[in-house]
């Protein structure tokens, strides 16, 4: 099979997650990375693309020159795809462009720095022929997957109680004050909209919504500034409810020090509920009423279609973060080779518009004195 | 040393925590059970007296006629302390009147099924020279008390962020309709007062204040009644403020289909956090930033005098639930005996109120439409 | 029911283990501790009976006294069984004069300090009316009840491969050279017989013959004095050959530095295996091919009569060591008040004898150039 | 950088590790696969090219025809390395070709037959101007990398025991009756050579020696045919002597009937120990006398140079199998690259030929009545 031609917009030096999107994309052989704006600064782009092995004139100082110089290339040569690593308030700009020039689109989440952008992009992908995925990550892991699809069984019952959380230590010190640069930008509120309610909020909300099957219907949220100085939340927690009657609680905080990334899902239905943790990623513990706990662990029998597809190796041999964004990916590049299935899915528009209404009500909910705030898409 | 003379009130037949009690009671040798009303049904009783021994003419037929004919007694034969194990509605009663007849009390929690009540008794207990011990059991984990050392050591800075969480799953149907004793009275509201607010999360609420050594201040609940029918909250979850500007989370849900009793406490400050949960409650986790987690386990070196005092047992010898409930029993016959400690401390009047003005506030918050409402004690 | 009257050999203050078997003891309600010989020192004796608040005239100056003077009381009065805590080569002397005054005996494992005496014990105790009990502590714990039940009921099909090892780290250094009681006798071949393999690899040895339901028959072992100037064993590791066909691996040392006390020990049949572990005693992990890994724990549902009987509180509170040592208590006190049943069995003299024939195998094998030494029994 | 132009002789359809080949070397973009003879059976092999998205003049039908004709292209174009992951019988006629024609090569462990032909593979090795990798994927594990650093900074003071396993369960049945690709080629002694202790056992060797830093002199095995009609062995358990006067144990068994592939290590000296395990790959367990047992994650601060430069993402992101494959990759890509540095090691040759001595000590311990069987390089 053609590989699929992909550019980038950001993920030069000193970027986490542009690096992650390159070897998740390079994993499963699906992509070539043709041509890239790795930086507003030039010197910084060009560097990343040498070290990239790219041909020099693909290697652009913008993402506007990226986007134009290669709509004019021809169609065999030209960019097919691009993932947008930027940081939040330059993810609305070039996805819209990149719509517009006709580009497929990989985005980091949140989709955008509000609601409203969010909906202009969803109104201008409708508009044209392109398909767009959000790396929503945690979507990507095969034993979510198995979760999604053991709610959507039914195995549980009705769903009851849902609990998210995602506390991180990170930003327990001023860090933004140390020249830090993820720290930087993720603490402005001008390039990156919320704090933590945007950076791993919107992570934990998706994954409860994915997993359960059902929307976030009214949060009851606090927000935090907690470190002395900071301009965003830091902390962020809610009641939540959700379709269906089913309620829970979201804990999103990066001042739990001394954690790392320990995101944790449970779901509790009628007859059973089901436990993940990103710390231990590849087991699912399920525990039914009047029966002992049971681990599924991915590569082992017994296991969705869903699951069964996002795995590469045999029972024992451990997957992690890369391989769940490549899941992504790869779901990704299957739609647009045209073999999109439902066992291969990824997050989209939907699920970046919906992120956007989250976060939204979870600032209004925390400012305001009513209990219960609604999300409104 | 004498063993101090110890009668019961309750724990007959088909009651769990009576007998949780008494072993406690027996472990470490400092309470030899003398005497009992352990039912409100007089051939229940007669049979438990004769299981445990007792001489029959110390085997009463109600609470009343226990304190009344023990006080009766000459003083080196007279129970000295009373174990009042009944359902929560019949906590009340046997405390005053044991209270007013000079007897030491221990009792279960929730000391009663309102404030004022639990006003009631800290205000005889003053007026007289008795003691009162409330079973706030996790309060007697090594682990815990050494977690309680730590905070107080200030190893982790001020206090940011604290998240106590205590699901269940066994009311996760309508058990209370399949003639089970236990569901019975605790899902009764004439019996129970509240229910997994008062039964699990005044657990829950206590452990946070007791490690933190911080009053919750406020909380913003939910509580729900989920099985069909069910006439008592069977869940209820919070977010918490508390003195000083820490926030927090409390879940306390008996609708956790699949879920034991894996009570779980995290604390976090400016500097580290902690970890402790119920299903491996020899160990504490300790997490400082720019650290690796350390595991503490109970027995082994560099742990506090209340830690150490709290353990029975080398290192690696597991300890459990009757050991902590034990824990109480023995710092509450160390005081009776002259020999209290700070380092031997158990749960009395002060958190056996605090409960109670929880539990309330819980519930005003639970129907309000404001976010928060402030326990009042 | 009237309580068994318990005298006690050995335990006085220093001891580690006699606390245990008083605590176990009182656990239940079973026994009732009347008189004492706890320790060659009179002075240490009495003060230990004074803090047990035993009658000054039945604390006596040597197992001698105490058994001779008991056995001229009047039969309502006098001590019925007796529990033998004392280093091991001061276990055959009590044991016999005890069995010959017609005192049921509890003695702490290894039995004896040779396969010689043990076997003289089985045979005194033939000639007597008494029982007889080793505690074999691990055989109690209800998770290894349930492990034999399953084995036993053919789950896991023909038994193929035993894992056992128990590692300890707390003799990593010369202990016995800083007045370490423990370590004192422990080390000292002339008190203890053997070191490590003695020590914990009876244990070890007991518990794999216990949960599979088969014989060691052969060993090829390697015991090392790991720490310089030790004079027993501080290091044992061995294969095994046991009835059947089966084979495996035991692992006992005392020098695995960090480690407290984390027996572990895996079963795999033909259709499947289980693991089970000290530090998580409460837990079984059943694996059978095919099928996801699953997790019983005590107090649940769907286990075995003895893991039942065994258990005294309802799932998600933890019980531990002591319960485990109470459950060997308990069940020999209902041998002797006749209600024995096969689910609360205990170890006994087979146990004891076939242990000392395990050491002296393992001994033989670490001296012979020969791959495999057969134990004899 | 140019990326290193690859070719693979295996990994055609059916085959586990040639896909984990591809995927490890695509990762970090070190390599481009140019071509391929993936398969004896030519329309294996081409299909597999296409999917592949080769140049079809660059997919062979065997590896003669693969190495004679990429030695024939110009420098330019010519494939620079080959990886090598046939089955075992197809190992020393491949590298030994390619090191002729001037190929580096990356081998599949083990590296042949026997340890003759490991030999001459060395021999010819150190005729050419060629490089040579051998995929013993666990010294790829950057917690594996850190406990080797630690065991050599000597924080544990001389070591005194290894403890390493592999317990696998997928050979607990005939497999091989029931075509199933991986199983027949695995139990065919032709073409494996041994079972489990070639497939397993020297993984589990190679680690043990690579963290201790330790060769092992000598073992005491016993190797069985466990499921009934298999060939080679399918268990294999030792008692190890290691340089320095360490000794050990070592498990490896692939009728661990529902185990995955745990592999677990813990290596202990004079001062504390350390462990590690398969299913936790990102987490390293140290354990120090009279501390804290202490869990290092990849990702965080205070890691030595080999386990940051073997790690992609922050702490708390897991990574796995995959990654420690590609850091072997990458250190082979770097040493090609003449960016060789001691903290981007890769096993080599040396590593190739101890793993084939240690196979036929293993073996020739088996059938030995003596209890030690020397390994001879």
Redesign the interface.
Known sequence: ???IRLGMIGGGEGS?IG??H??AA????HYELVCGAFSSDPSNSRRSG????LAPERVYGSYTELLLTEASLPAGQRMQAVAIVTPNHLHAGPVLLALQHGFHVIVDKPLTLSLLQAKQIASALQDSSCKLAVTHTYAGYPMIKEARHRVASGQ?GRI??I?I?Y????L??ALENQQHKQASWRTDPTLAGAGAVGDIGTHAAHLAEYVSGLNITDV?A?L?S?VPGRQVDD?A???LHFEGGA???L?A?Q????????VRL?V??????LEWS?????ALH????????????S????LSAAAVLAT????????????AFANIYSAFALDLLGNASKDHDYPGIRDGVRGMAFIEAMVRSST?????TAIEV
């Open positions: 099979m053609k590989k986490f690096a992650v390159r070897k390079a994993l499963d052989g040498e070290l990239l092995n549980f009851r109680k609990f959380e506390p991180q230590g990170w327990s010190t009851c606090e935090n907690i902390d927690c809610a009641l309620s829970g609680v804990i905080t001042v739990a020090a001394g954690e790392e990334n320990n449970r509790y239905g009628e007859l059973g509920g990103h710390q231990d990623n590849n399920i525990k039914m009423t009047g029966q002992p706990e049971q681990i599924y662990r590569g082992s029998s017994g590469r190796l045999p029972a024992g041999h451990p997957e992690g973060f890369i391989e305001s004195a009513q209990k219960w």
